[in-house]
């Protein structure tokens, strides 16, 4: 899956499509990746998206970017962890298909991810990994319009997780 990349980095500084952003379900911001995306974006992200009321956990809603390099941010509350028995498998899935389906959507050919839930949300890691490149892979097989996925991995673990997901996939 030749479309899929995984780099290290700070994902405010992507100059893609869309960059999507690991929010809570206010899309009022927060810490993390979401804090700086906020910050990096300036005030009008937030304005943007108080207008928008909230978004359900596994669902995505889009933003222009305002003052990042990124065209769009797709905002995406991932499930928190509560030991699996809560549909979090199936809910972090459905953050990547439903934000894929809505760069699909918006003309966006080229999407930034970081790597959702894994944070202040706890999903551990090597099966947010397995879950994020298995359903990336999936929609790229049927949606060539997006031409290039890219995990943006803060640091060298989270990175190591995903480079093991992404060769296990081939
Ligand atoms: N670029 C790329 N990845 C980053 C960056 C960055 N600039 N900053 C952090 N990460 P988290 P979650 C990584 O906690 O678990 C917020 O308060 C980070 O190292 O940001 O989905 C929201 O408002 C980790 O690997 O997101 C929610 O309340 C990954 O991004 C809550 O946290 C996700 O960590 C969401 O928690």
Redo the contacts with the bound molecule.
């Keep these: 899956m030749s479309r899929i990349e995984i780099i290290r980095?700070?994902?405010?500084q992507s100059c893609v499509d869309a960059i999507v952003n690991?929010?809570?379900c206010s899309l009022l911001?927060?810490?993390?990746?979401?804090?700086?995306i906020h910050r990096a974006a300036g005030p009008e992200l937030l304005a943007e998206c108080r207008t928008l009321h909230g978004c359900e956990t596994g669902k995505a809603k889009i933003t222009k970017a305002y003052r990042l390099p990124a065209n769009y941010v797709i905002h995406t509350p991932?499930p928190v962890w509560h030991g699996g028995g809560h549909g979090e498998e199936e809910l972090l899935a459905s953050c990547y298909r439903s934000c894929l389906g809505l760069a699909s959507e918006n003309g966006c050919k080229s999407v930034d991810f970081?790597?959702?839930?894994?944070?202040?949300?706890h999903f551990p890691l090597e099966k947010a990994a397995k879950i994020a490149i298995g359903s990336i892979a999936a929609y790229l097989n049927t949606h060539p319009e997006i031409e290039r996925v890219r995990m943006?991995?803060?640091?060298a673990r989270?990175e190591g997780f995903y480079l093991d997901a992404l060769e296990k996939l081939a």
């Design positions: 980095g700070d994902i405010t690991a929010a809570n911001g927060g810490g993390g990746v979401d804090g700086a991932g970081p790597s959702i839930s894994t944070g202040v949300y943006v991995c803060f640091d989270t």
